[in-house]
């Protein structure tokens, strides 16, 4: 069984740039969570997707983050423009959609973004 | 105000050795997991206390919960080099949200 996929796993652009991140999760997961680890800090959540609709997007930083997730299967999470916060390690994670296994969640590689 | 923090932020130990990482939080939880991260890794799941647990065990791990305190540690046992990673503590609040923390670098030294 593949698991949780991202791409790219390192992208350098410039401020005011537009990146786009992808996130597979592992096939058949509902749960679908997109974080963000800056400069060796707390993993801040993003965002949680259940199939195709958006649970929680409470992590959201601003209005420069758009999250997808199209047919409920691959995300993806694009910064438009880019600013120099937006730097940091950007994970994705999945589970499955029954209540008890839910709450454990695999975590693609994530990707690193550097904003100059 | 962070929801989930570990300390210490960073542990070096000899192989052999016990680690202990502790982690508190600030409002009430469902459950507390805590995750391992390998250098240029995604996090894996090592373990889940529910918040009516006190202790559980896993191989060499053996977390503790103390709702009452609102804090949790993780105790690795014999450590190995390979267990040189980044641990965090995540709490589930409700929902399937889980808040993680900062984490604690262990550098298990052979």
Redesign the interface.
Known sequence: EA??TQFPSHSVIEKGQTVTLRCDPISGHD?L?W?RRVM??????LL?FVKESK??ESGMPNNRFLAERTGGTYSTLKVQPAELEDSGVY?C?S?PGTSGA?????????TRLSVL | SQQGEEDPQALSIQEGENATMNCSYKTSINNLQWYRQNSGRGLVHLILIRSNEREKHSGRLRVTLDTSKKSSSLLITASRAADTASYFCATGIGGFKTIFGAGTRLFVKA
């Open positions: 698991g949780v749960n969570y974080y060796g800090k707390e993993i801040k959540f949680h649970q929680d994970f994670a589970s839910a709450y454990i969640q695999y975590f693609g590689a994530g």
